[in-house]
């Protein structure tokens, strides 16, 4: 909190307004009572116990036993988000002639919770040039199309890929592409965890969590930096509650109070926590936004001052941190507070309990990711972990906490434009010809690469390309130069009537993860390999549905670009051979080859460290130096405001999701959790509210440095003063932001906006 009070009662008693006193409790049991009991849910249980891994989030939840367990075997792992997914999954087909009913620019008027709720899309269709509206075409008609668009310059080739796809696809994917001479493998991951894939990389020679489930359930302290668990992954709560209830600490560090940060009431406890709620939050630190690396700096700084230094360790195990040492020391306490907006005391209650605690765990989301020093935020978890020795034992390390149900494996299976040497060398030995080294595009600078005109064809592997990116106008224009693009897709969103191609727009409809007829696989964001089972779709029955699964579709198209060639591609279509060249070229992938003979889930070696040796270069851990954030803001003049402007105020805004929606997909309107009726509010401190001298559910205008949005609802949360929230996609029309130039990764949460009236 901005105040120098901590303890768990004043977080309670600030939260003195009619929202809701706890994050989860009953309205999640409503929610599944609501759709388990109606005429679908017999379909939903079904689909809940299928074995296969949950949608929604990395969490890795539906295990060997059904869909209910977690990587460790344990039950009542599914929540609502779950749910919620999968409901959306289960919508009924968009009818035959819908398309031939509705123009382009009547689909356009649609808002996202439209968009999906249109239903599944079960025949592929395309939108030609000067034409008004998609037609349905036949699959033949299709691959002709493809394979001609795919027949160009490889640098002019791209893709896009979101992480709800199967490793299996996802290898295909890059295969296909790298096969061709493109490196062009833009990824949500880039607008996502790529600095910590990049942060960690650099630091222990590998770029995912080092924290298993199960070191998770025996560390005594855990600090949750920008993450709103409860509504985006609701299963590590149970975690957070069992470590509570063993003594341990928790440290949050956020500009908004969560309200299910502070206290939540997880339905896998019906008696425990259901009904009167857990305590989660042992200290809430609420600091400014984007100056995570000075809070992180304030608690080396004291981290220092008690002598809570593991000097043995560092020596040991790391490298250049004599150098982190003596930036810490020459940093005046003043330059941290400032930059931070948070107390001394404050950072020395963090510190102290990080550095009493035996086995810290330090894991983040995107309140840490997005931001234009998003790879210095990562360095300053990183270092504070390895000062305290905290990293390289059980219970304790770094765990980014993921987004997609598979970004993981997408990366692993090398969609990314860094491929590791390794990994390359192995394709090309499997292809036999030498690979193009050039740089591949990332997402941002492939929608430039796209608005300079240098793009003929984007193949979009699942996701959203359009409604993720920032400062919508460019992307619509952007992807607007690409002569073809080809959404492949379970439901229909934004980005299919707005990033529209010069020439043809396709989208092709695929089975869901639980309804493919073969058997894929799926990593978790703690390293856990599962094996999803075949299964089958409810709209299949039904006349006029061509539905087919990416593995086979990714297959037909490379058979017919390439023939039969070093590789028999058309044999891929059947996920095990796909798997045994997974085997082949992936590094610790190996047990996947054996997968289907032994039907054994594993979690990938060398990843979770358990002892002190990385696999960089020398074996020891690498710090950095982090700089201070630089903070500015634009002045009110920048933003051209009109002269009859009576009140306004320059704040920052964090752009996310609301408790009901799914990245770019919106599920239902408002958030309960936050207290938004609807999703056109501004979630604001009162006395920047009183600054300004608005009253709350005054309408007013957001204006960015793209856009503005009008008629905004104010409504007055505990977010730290000088920061607001609002909710993507619709936010994305009114900004351009920087990106991290390490990892091209936007700033998001820290967005500049005027707000008047
Ligand atoms: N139900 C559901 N589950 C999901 C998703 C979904 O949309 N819906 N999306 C999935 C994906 S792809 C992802 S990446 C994850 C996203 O999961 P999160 O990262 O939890 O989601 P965000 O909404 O981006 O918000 C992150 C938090 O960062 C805080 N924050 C904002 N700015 C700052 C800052 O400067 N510093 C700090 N310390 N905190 C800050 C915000 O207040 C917010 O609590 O969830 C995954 N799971
Ligand atoms: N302002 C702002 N912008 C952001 C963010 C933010 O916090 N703030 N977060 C960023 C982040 S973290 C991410 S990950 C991106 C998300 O960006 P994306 O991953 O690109 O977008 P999604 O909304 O998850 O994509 C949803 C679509 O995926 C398709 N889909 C679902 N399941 C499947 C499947 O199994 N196969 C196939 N082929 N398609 C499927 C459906 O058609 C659905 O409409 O957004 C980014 N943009
Ligand atoms: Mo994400």
């Not at 796209?450 to 919508?472: F, H, K, Q």
Request: hydrophobic fraction near 35%.
């Amino acid at each position: 909190m901005a105040d120098s009070t901590s303890s768990e009662t004043a977080i309670a008693n600030s939260l003195g307004s009619p929202k809701p006193e706890m994050g989860g409790g009953l309205p999640v049991i409503g929610y599944w009572a609501e759709k388990t009991l109606d005429l679908k849910g017999g379909l939903l249980w079904k689909t809940l116990l299928h074995k296969s891994a949950c949608l929604s989030c990395a969490w890795g939840t539906g295990g060997q036993k059904g869909g209910f367990q977690n990587e460790d075997e344990e039950n009542l792992q599914r929540c609502a988000k779950s749910v919620e997914a999968i409901a959306s999954e289960l919508m009924e087909a968009i009818p035959p002639h819908f398309f031939e009913r509705f123009t382009l620019a009547e689909l356009q008027n649609l808002n996202s919770m439209e968009a999906d709720r249109l239903g599944r899309l079960s025949f592929p269709v395309i939108k030609r040039a000067h034409r008004d509206r998609y037609e349905r075409i036949s699959w033949d008609e299709v691959y002709e199309i493809v394979v001609r668009a795919f027949q160009k310059s490889p640098e002019r080739l791209a893709s896009y890929s979101s992480g709800r796809s199967s490793n299996e696809a996802a290898y295909l994917l890059q295969l296909l592409m790298r096969s061709l001479g493109s490196n062009n493998l833009a990824d949500c991951s880039d607008l996502c965890h790529a600095p910590s894939t990049v942060g960690l990389n650099q630091v222990f020679g590998s770029g995912t969590s080092m924290v298993s489930l199960g070191d998770l359930k025996q560390s005594d302290c855990i600090v949750l930096i920008g993450s709103n668990a409860p509504a985006n992954h609701p299963r590590l709560m149970n975690e957070l509650i069992k470590l509570r209830d063993r003594g341990g600490k928790i440290i949050i560090v956020n500009p908004l109070i969560e309200i299910g940060l502070v206290k939540f009431a997880s339905p896998a406890y019906p008696i425990k926590s259901l009904l009167k709620g857990s305590d989660i939050a042992s200290h809430y630190i609420q600091p400014i936004s984007g100056s995570d690396t000075a809070v992180f700096l304030g608690i080396q700084k004291v981290l220092l001052e008690n002598n809570w230094i593991d000097y043995d360790f560092l020596r040991q195990y790391t490298e250049e941190w004599e150098e982190v040492i003596a930036q810490v020391q020459s940093l005046a306490w003043e330059d941290i507070i400032r930059t931070c907006g948070v107390s001394r005391e404050e950072l020395e209650i963090a510190a102290e309990m990080i550095g009493t605690s035996q086995r810290v765990v330090f894991a983040w989301a995107m309140g840490i990711t997005q931001h234009s020093n998003a790879v210095d935020n990562i360095f300053s978890i990183t270092n504070t972990a390895l000062l305290t020795g905290n990293v390289g034992k059980e219970g304790a390390g770094t765990m980014p906490i993921r987004g997609h149900s598979n970004v993981q494996g997408f990366g692993s299976m090398g969609v990314t434009i860094r491929l590791k040497e390794e990994i390359m060398q192995a394709l090309e030995k499997l292809l036999q010809r030498s690979l193009s080294r050039k740089m591949g595009y990332d997402t941002r600078a492939l929608i430039e690469a796209s608005d300079r005109s240098e793009i003929d064809t984007l193949l979009c592997l699942g996701g959203n390309i359009y409604a993720a990116n920032p400062n919508l106008t460019q992307a619509k224009c952007a992807l607007g130069k690409i002569e073809t693009i080809i959404y492949i897709s379970t439901k229909p969103n934004l980005g299919h009537f707005h990033g529209l191609a010069q020439k043809d727009t396709l989208i092709l409809p695929v089975f869901a993860r639980f309804e493919n007829p073969h058997k894929t696989t799926t990593e978790s964001g703690n390293n856990f390999v599962r094996l999803n089972d075949e299964g089958a779709s409810h709209l299949s029955q039904k006349e006029g549905t061509e539905l087919i699964s990416e593995v086979e579709l990714l297959a037909e198209l490379a058979d017919r670009l390439h023939g039969n060639d070093v590789i028999n591609w058309r044999s891929l279509q059947d996920p095990q051979y796909v798997r045994q060249l997974i085997a082949q070229t992936i590094p610790n992938y190996e047990k996947i080859g054996e997968i289907d003979a032994t039907n054994q889930e594993f979690t990938i070696p060398d990843r979770i460290f358990h002892t002190p040796k990385f696999p960089t270069p020398s074996g020891k851990a690498k710090m950095f130096v982090t700089p201070l954030p630089q903070l500015e803001l634009p002045d009110i003049a920048s933003f051209d405001l009109p002269t009859d402007t009576a009140q306004v105020i320059v704040l920052v805004l964090g752009t996310g999701r609301s408790y009901s929606q799914h990245n770019t997909v919106v599920y239902k309107d408002g958030d309960y959790y936050r207290g938004m009726p609807h999703r056109n509010c501004i979630l604001m401190n009162p006395m920047d509210g009183d600054r300004a001298g608005f009253q709350e559910h005054q309408r007013v205008t957001v204006k960015g440095n793209a856009g503005k949005m009008e008629q905004v609802e104010i409504i007055y949360g505990q977010i730290r003063e000088g920061s607001a929230l609002m909710f993507y996609p619709e936010v994305n029309t009114i900004f351009s932001v920087p990106i991290d130039e390490r990892c091209g990764t936007p700033a998001f949460k820290r967005v500049p906006v005027a707000v008047y009236s």
